[in-house]
């Protein structure tokens, strides 16, 4: 392939050949995402670490490397038995009503776009942060910025269901268009200006339903994964409102007293202790009143 001497115009003639910028790559940038998102896994839980590693090797890689080049022939190699113009384009668009390349790639924009939030929310504590530290005024706001407590836990529990939601929709959209993930062989179509009931043929079939097949699993495999760790958000909270709510009953039940545990018998005392002999020295006393009186 020619290329464009540095510095030429468009079809200029460079030392004798004429030659074409190629064009630019029309393929979306995927690393760009992939960087953005990496600060996410230092504010993440293991199934967090989990559902983005899923989502950059088993679905963004295999959609950039693979299924772009599987479903490239898709309208090229699409062959309907009658040479009737555009039957075929209506069948296709019958067939295939948005492609599957398309519906991936929006799936996976809008299924990492919630965990930008996260990263959003933990920019905008470190600016405080920085405030704080120029005017060295009043108490520090957040002294660990990506600690999920507060505002920034419902953030981070609002992006799961967000993500899982985002996940669990487009699979029904895919199965409502595609009636099942499948890929039939033979389709008939009847539409107008088709003549009659005519014959279409999809291209490599048997590959392109492995391929959806694929896809469908690890995003069900990505939305199992925002669930549990939805579950694990929701268990941890519950088990400090639990700790919580504990101490301040036992507190409330012992009146404030501390309670201390004797070293020999390893019993509970409550209250202030007296020192050894005192009870003793009492006891004699009382006694001695007693036999006075």
Not at 118 to 128: D, P, S
Not at 221 to 249: A, H, N
Request: glycine share 6%; proline share 5%; with cysteine.
């Amino acid at each position: 392939m020619l290329t464009a001497c540095p510095g030429s115009r468009e079809e200029e003639n460079c030392g004798g050949r004429w030659t074409k910028p190629e064009p630019a790559d029309a393929t979306m940038n995927w690393s760009s995402l992939e960087g953005l998102l990496s600060g996410v896994n230092q504010y993440s839980t293991a199934f967090g670490r989990v559902w983005l590693s899923m989502v950059f090797v088993f679905r963004v890689l295999v959609f950039v490397v693979a299924a772009q080049r599987v479903w490239g022939d898709d309208s090229k190699d699409f062959d309907c038995n009658t040479r009737q113009p555009g039957c075929a384009n209506v069948c296709y668009d019958s067939i295939f009503p948005i492609s599957h390349i398309r519906l991936w790639a929006l799936q996976l924009i809008f299924v990492t776009c919630p965990s930008l939030m996260v990263v959003m929310h933990v920019a905008y504590r470190e600016e405080k942060n920085k405030k704080y530290a120029a005017r060295q005024t009043g108490p520090n706001p957040y002294s660990n910025p990506g600690k999920k407590q507060g505002g920034l836990w419902w953030t981070y529990l609002i992006s799961l269901i967000f993500k899982a939601g985002i996940d669990s929709a487009f699979l029904y959209i895919l199965y409502y268009i595609y009636d099942g993930y499948d890929m039939p062989r033979l389709s008939k179509c009847s539409l107008d200006p088709c003549p009659n009931t005519v014959d279409c043929f999809i291209s490599r079939p048997t590959e392109k339903k492995i391929f959806t097949i694929f896809m469908v699993v690890t995003s069900a495999i990505c939305v199992f994964m925002c669930i549990c760790e939805i579950v694990y958000l929701l268990g941890k909270r519950w088990q400090k409102f639990l700790i919580k709510s504990y101490m301040k009953d036992r507190q409330r039940s012992t009146g404030g007293q501390t309670a201390i545990t004797h070293p020999s018998s390893q019993c509970l005392l409550l209250g202030p202790v007296e020192k050894p002999g005192t009870q003793n020295t009492s006891n004699r006393k009382a006694e001695e009143e007693a036999a006075t009186s």
